[in-house]
């Protein structure tokens, strides 16, 4: 990896509280432009790895550069240059939503009209521009989806998110990602901690997973879950046990077919197909395999491996216990 197209370079970093070995050692590259997820259960050391990068807490051992300075001694020219969205939320309650964002403006050395338009446009992007009085009366979705507005206000070159989309409701988490996708066309580089596999799979160029403070993995989703993932099951319902043996012959040859297995589904007979591969593979078994038979399928359901399955694979227990 070229050194210029570097955005953030963590060496061996290390935080440990007492005997909590938060941080434990982490070593990576992030590339400028790209949209990095560290994925982890609660209490991975994610939040921990955040204020390290964002210099506001010194690590234990180990060192990174943000931005080409070192988060042991280049605190100031960082923090000019990213954005941060905590995981708590942290706005100023006796403040309007504009106000709050309008503060983080000035704090940035922005000019007031520019601000002003800025924040606008934001809180509208964000659907709480309506909302006039002091953000103390917000819900809780309407406080997080203006502290990530205040973390986006001055265009920051790195931006971290730490779990953007905590305690939102489907249409508002869905608000936010198509937000992030969008930020993704501005060069700007993200990183974002989360537990959510969906999130981190859907946004993400790479994903490192991180488990008791460790990287225990990383690549792109889909090289994750080639690599770790569990292979995908199809499961077919016929009304004819001769027609399931018909679609089991046929698909006896196909490469990327793992298994096949029969079982009964109350009074259907039902074949659960394993196979390897992406949504590519889903199509070439149903042309190969099954389309002759389609008439005789009563139902069919599909489960694709995820990254859920790459945690429960590496580590034995699942990302949400
Ligand atoms: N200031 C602190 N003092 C002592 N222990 C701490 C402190 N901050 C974090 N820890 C511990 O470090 C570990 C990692 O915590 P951290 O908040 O980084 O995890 P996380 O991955 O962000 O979890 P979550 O998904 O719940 O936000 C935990 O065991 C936590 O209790
Ligand atoms: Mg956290």
Same mark, same amino acid.
């Given at each position: ?14 935080? /440990? ?18 949209? *990095? ?54 706005? /100023? ?21 520019e ?12 659907g ?9 009366? *917000? ?20 931006? *971290? ?63 994750l879950?080639?690599? /770790?993932?569990?292979d ?17 012959k ?12 029969e ?9 659960i ?28 359901? *599909?489960?694709?491996?995820?990254l ?14």
């Amino acid at each position: 990896m070229n050194q210029d197209s570097i955005a953030i370079e963590i060496k061996d970093l290390k935080k /440990y509280f007492k005997e909590v070995k938060a941080v434990d050692g982490v070593s990576l590259k992030i590339k400028k432009g790209e949209l *990095f997820s560290i994925l982890g259960p609660n209490g991975a050391g994610k939040t921990t790895l955040v204020r390290m990068l964002t210099t506001i807490l010194t690590p234990t051992d180990g060192d990174a550069n943000v931005n080409g300075h070192s988060i042991l001694t280049g605190k100031n020219e960082i923090v000019k240059k990213i954005g941060v969205c905590p995981q708590v939320i942290t706005i /100023y309650e006796v403040l309007r939503a504009e106000e709050n964002v309008e503060f983080v403006a000035a704090m940035h050395g922005m000019p007031r009209d520019e601000s002003k338009e800025k924040a606008k446009k934001l809180l509208e992007d964000f659907g709480i521009a309506g909302r006039k009085d002091w953000s103390k009366r *917000f819900s809780g979705g309407m406080k997080r989806r203006l502290n990530l507005a205040m973390s986006l206000i001055f265009e920051p070159e790195i931006l *971290f998110l730490d779990e953007p989309t905590a305690g939102l409701d489907p249409q508002a988490r869905r608000l936010v990602w198509d937000f992030i996708r969008e930020l993704k066309n501005k060069d700007i580089t993200i990183i974002l901690m989360t537990h959510d596999m969906v999130e981190a799979d859907s946004l993400s160029d790479r994903v490192a997973i991180i488990d008791h403070g460790k990287i225990i993995a990383k690549g792109t989703p889909t090289e994750l879950k080639e690599k /770790y993932g569990s292979d995908n099951a199809l499961e077919v319902s016929f009304i004819e046990q001769e027609d399931l043996e018909i679609v089991k012959k046929n698909i006896q040859n196909i490469p990327f077919v793992a298994n096949s297995s029969e079982i009964q589904r109350k009074e259907r007979k039902t074949l659960i197909i394993s196979f390897q591969g992406g949504l590519k593979n889903l199509v070439r078994l149903l042309q190969q395999g099954l389309i002759d038979n389609i008439d005789e399928v009563e139902n069919m359901k *599909f489960r694709q491996n995820s990254l859920e399955d790459v945690f429960l694979n590496l580590t034995g227990r699942r990302l949400r216990d």
